[in-house]
């Protein structure tokens, strides 16, 4: 029972990490979807292993850690992108 009600609850996070992305912020959008991804991957593992509220916990410190580092990269890339048009518009031929 206890694995049915923490399986829904999970699977709502993660529902409602996808709703209304426009309303979202990248980072947010980035971060939720690793907790959320994170969760119900510890959820499964920890039901093989006799605790799944102890591995969703886990999987979603794990996800938010992940989350975070890719949108990290992701801003990264980004300025490096801009930063190199901006420089290709200025040079002249």
Known sequence: ????????????LGLAACDEPRTISPTTQRIGGGAA???L????????????????LIG?????AGGFAWDQHRRAQQRSFDQGFS???????
């Open 37 to 39: 991804a994170g969760a």
């Open 60 to 64: 979603a410190g794990v996800g938010t």
């Open 87 to 93: 420089q290709g518009r200025a040079s002249t031929w």
């Open 41 to 56: 991957t510890g959820l499964a593992i920890g039901s093989l292993s006799g605790n799944a509220g102890a591995g969703a």
């Open 1 to 12: 029972m206890r694995l049915r009600i923490l399986a829904i609850a999970a699977l709502s």
